[in-house]
């Protein structure tokens, strides 16, 4: 019996050895990948390097489910006819716009660079004469979204990251089952991780009237199942191909300020003009991707996804080129747009963000736009959703103050808006935050708008919430802060490339 007893314990042990072995050959295999194979920047290679080191099981484990890249994957393919126009329309414009033969406003003609790079990075086509309706209040914005929605005559396309189950997801889910009964084609892709707690059951009545909805990288769990870190974090509807929607709200009752955060301070777009176009063709292309077996053709010349006589009534005299970015791509064209703005600013720069941890660059960008006089402020929330990302915000914030960045917390409940003002003539609107998830690791759409009139409408509300809704974080306070502060800052500080 002892040597039954002894022989299993030598088993045991053995297998544990062979196991630890496996374990530190596999973790120095991550470390050499993530090293010389992924092109990291160096904070976040010597974050993983270091988690593999210290706790090699558990480095292992995330790195694989959480720290992989797609780069090269080349999910969404580009072959439609519509994106072809949109691509030749794109080199077009880059070539003219390099030539100085693009005939742009005189206002916006500074940002002219920025455009430049968008068109090369993106294809993200530069649209003119659109129009422009603001929401930064959820009641409004869900108002004119279930509003476009009852008006669909033949298609609409929905894409967000969360669709909560509760009375606003349950109305949206019943309008939409609606219009499907009346003979509207619906599509809707949402998000695994958004709608994790959201049962099938809930999106019966849509799909039992003939609406088609879809989730993005399901959350299977298997050992190979390395997508689980990326996620789809747009908000986008378009209806009928001319009307489109852009921006940070979500579906649930939380972004009316029902939910534990309080009031929910958003910035959303309606647009109507040649950018929903770009919008649509975003939208088709994850579409095409999610739904394999039921792909959108957009080959015959009267394609309703895109009506040629649907802009007739546009008033509106707004640039917007429509841009996105994610995990599968190097560009980061979102992070790209952000950068330039920031270096062609002259006056001002102000932003909205809920999570705010910015890589290097970004920081020394900031840092250089307020030493070299130019009027830069940013809020972030007064009140954590997460609170890793919360103390983060305020330690990199912190940074900033010294070299004369002016940061404030929004107090009347919770910020949300992802905005941009450069100047109170560039603005940019959509559901990219300011941090390292949104540029590196989820699929994101931004609206770069260039627009005199609307950027000084956006500067307006920027500069009259920061009396009214905001407190300023002032340099000596900060200072002041307690030791269990400065330590939740430092440790959060330590994983922001991994949040």
């Not at 609409?156 to 509207?184: S, T």
């Not at 840092?367 to 997460?386: E, N, Q, Y």
Request: aromatic share 12%.
């Amino acid at each position: 019996m002892y040597l039954m007893l002894d022989l299993v314990s030598v088993i045991i042990e053995e297998f544990l050895w062979f196991l630890q072995l496996i374990v530190v050959l596999l973790d120095i295999g991550a470390c050499i990948t993530v090293i010389f194979l992924e092109r990291r920047s160096p904070q976040t290679a010597l974050t993983w390097v270091l988690v593999m080191i210290f706790l090699p099981f558990l480095g292992l484990f995330l790195y694989l489910f959480f720290g992989r890249h797609l780069y090269g994957s080349r999910i969404f393919s580009k072959k439609t006819k519509a994106d072809l126009m949109l691509a030749a329309q794109a080199e077009e414009q880059f070539q003219k716009i390099t030539e100085n033969a693009l005939e742009l406003a005189p206002s916006i003609s500074r940002f002219d660079s920025t455009i430049a790079l968008l068109l090369s990075l993106d294809k993200a086509v530069l649209t003119r004469n659109n129009e422009l309706t603001l929401y930064t209040d959820g009641e409004m914005k869900f108002a004119a979204f279930k509003e476009a929605v009852a008006g669909a005559k033949h298609h609409i396309h929905l894409e967000y990251f969360i669709i909560r189950d509760d009375e606003l997801g349950d109305e949206i889910i019943q309008l939409l089952a609606e219009k499907a009964a009346e003979g509207v084609e619906v599509r809707a892709i949402f998000d695994a991780a958004g709608t994790f707690s959201v049962k099938d059951e809930f999106f019966a009545p849509l799909k039992k009237a003939g609406g088609d909805v879809r989730i993005f990288f399901p959350l299977k769990v298997s050992f190979l199942n390395t997508r689980l870190h990326f996620r789809n974090h747009r908000k986008i509807l378009v209806v009928d191909g001319v009307t489109g929607f852009i921006g940070g709200f979500n579906i649930g009752d939380e972004y009316l300020g029902k939910g534990p955060m309080g009031y929910w301070r958003d910035t959303h777009l309606r647009l109507h003009g040649k950018a929903v176009v770009a919008l649509q063709t975003r939208f088709i292309m994850d579409w095409n991707y999610a739904a394999k077996d039921a792909q959108i053709s957009v080959e015959d010349r009267d394609c309703p996804y895109y009506p040629e006589d649907g802009f007739l009534d546009v008033t509106g005299h707004s640039y917007v080129q429509i841009a996105s970015s994610g995990p599968d791509s190097a560009e980061k064209a979102i992070y790209s747009g952000y950068m330039s703005l920031i270096g062609h600013a002259k006056e001002s720069i102000y932003i909205h963000t809920p999570y705010f941890i910015p890589d290097e660059p970004m920081l020394t960008g900031l840092v250089l736009a307020a030493r070299s006089g130019i009027d830069v402020r940013i809020v972030i929330p007064c009140k954590p959703d997460h609170p890793f990302v919360y103390w983060a915000n305020h330690s990199y914030l912190g940074d900033l103050l010294a070299a004369g960045v002016r940061g404030y917390i929004y107090n009347d409940g919770f910020i949300h808006s992802k905005a941009g003002i450069f100047d109170g003539i560039s603005t940019t609107i959509g559901t990219a935050n300011w941090d390292i998830r949104s540029f590196k690791l989820n699929f994101e759409t931004n609206a770069f708008v260039y627009d005199i009139e609307f950027g000084k409408r956006m500067n307006r509300i920027f500069l009259e919430e920061l009396e009214t809704n905001c407190t300023e974080i002032m340099l000596e306070e900060y200072n002041l802060r307690s030791t269990s502060v400065r330590i939740k800052e430092g440790i959060s500080r330590l994983f922001s490339a991994l949040l």
